[in-house]
């Protein structure tokens, strides 16, 4: 029962790999751009790695068809590893889980108003 249940699973995923090959290409390769531009003098003063990977979250949501809900719990999911990272001192990594989870609740919500808006 195992095996089949897990056998279901991955054909689920690679047939969702297939059906979107070209926009998880598309991904991968602005993910190349949008490093590469963290390292070019004066372009890096406003595309920072922070920023780049908030870019790269929305990009990744956006293509991936995430619904609003998921959306939503990935913001309270990774109030858990912020949480962990401000009790052990390291303040730097929770804030920056705190900056990418209020990006991705502002994310939700425009997902939110947008698939109203579409009547979604």
């Known amino acids: 029962m195992k ?3 897990s056998q279901e699973t991955e054909k689920k995923i690679l047939d969702w790999i297939v059906s979107k090959r070209y ?12 490093a590469n531009l963290t390292r070019i003098p004066y372009i890096n003063l406003f595309l920072t790695k922070e920023t780049s990977f908030l ?24 109030f858990l590893p ?3 990272f401000q009790i ?7 804030e920056f889980l705190g900056n990418v989870i209020y990006s ?3 994310l ?13």
């Not at 926009?23 to 949008?34: E, N, P």
């Not at 052990?88 to 929770?94: F, L, S």
């Open 23 to 34: 926009r998880i290409a598309l991904l991968v390769l602005l993910g190349f751009v949008i």
């Open 108 to 120: 939700g919500v425009i997902k939110g108003v947008a698939g109203l808006k579409n009547g979604k």
């Open 88 to 94: 052990a001192g390291r303040v730097e990594i929770a």
């Open 3 to 5: 095996n089949l249940i």
């Open 104 to 106: 991705v609740f502002l």
């Open 82 to 84: 912020a949480f962990l």
């Open 55 to 78: 870019i790269l979250l929305v990009l990744t949501l956006a293509i991936a068809e995430v619904n609003t809900r998921r959306v939503f719990n990935l913001g309270i999911f990774l």
